[in-house]
T-cell receptor
């Protein structure tokens, strides 16, 4: 199994630009999670989906952030417009509901 | 919402010694308690987990203990090796999502 696949692995963008992060969960998994990791705030859950349906988006910082899961094998996290404080590592993770959560390699975002 | 506190934030041990990391949680409905290891620049990876119907679980040099009454659980690493140096995160879950502790930086000195 290829594991959770994220792209891009690294992104440097200018403030105000739109950023789109992509994720392909492990085949057969029905839950997908977006986490953000920073030194100051640790690992924060932004949003998670069960069977492609958003269940809990209470961690999404503000309206500039949005996430979609149009099908079982693809999800996006979009930031528009981006700000320097959005700089972080964004992890996508997947699981079978109630079981082990597996993380992708992460997308390292720098907003200058 | 669920709150998970993890201690210590940093831990330095001599190679061969044991390391213990503790977490406390607030939600009595939590029933799943995994531990993740994250090496520098890498993703968090599951190293061991325990469910609420078990008090202790061991896998070679690592073990996890759970006290549901007191709402705390601990990670024990014996005979530490330099490759154990990493950040360790506890987490709790009840249902599906996980809430993570702040992490412990473990440094094993050789």
């Amino acid at each position: 199994d290829a594991g959770v696949i994220q792209s891009p692995r690294h992104e440097v963008t200018e403030m105000g630009q739109e950023v789109t992060l992509r994720c392909k969960p492990i085949s057969g998994h029905n839950s997908l999670f977006w986490y953000r990791q920073t030194m100051m705030r640790g690992l924060e859950l932004l949003i998670y989906f069960n069977n492609n349906v958003p269940i809990d988006d209470s961690g999404m910082p503000e309206d500039r952030f949005s996430a979609k899961m149009p099908n079982a094998s693809f999800s996006t996290l979009k930031i528009q417009p981006s700000e320097p404080r959005d700089s972080a590592v964004y992890f996508c993770a997947s699981s079978l509901v109630g079981n082990t959560i597996y993380f992708g390699e992460g997308s390292w975002l720098t907003v200058v | 919402g669920e709150n998970v506190e993890q201690h210590p934030s940093t831990l330095s041990v001599q190679e061969g010694d044991s390391a213990v990391i503790k977490c406390t949680y607030s939600d009595s409905a939590s029933n799943y308690f995994p531990w993740y290891k994250q090496e520098l620049g890498k993703r968090p990876q599951l190293i061991i987990d325990i469910r609420s119907n078990v008090g202790e679980k061991k896998d070679q040099r690592i073990a996890v203990t759970l006290n549901k009454t007191a709402k705390h659980f601990s990670l024990h690493i014996t005979e530490t090796q330099p490759e154990d140096s990493a950040v360790y995160f506890c987490a709790t879950g009840g249902g599906n999502k996980l809430v993570f502790g702040a992490g412990t930086i473990l440094r094993v000195k050789s």
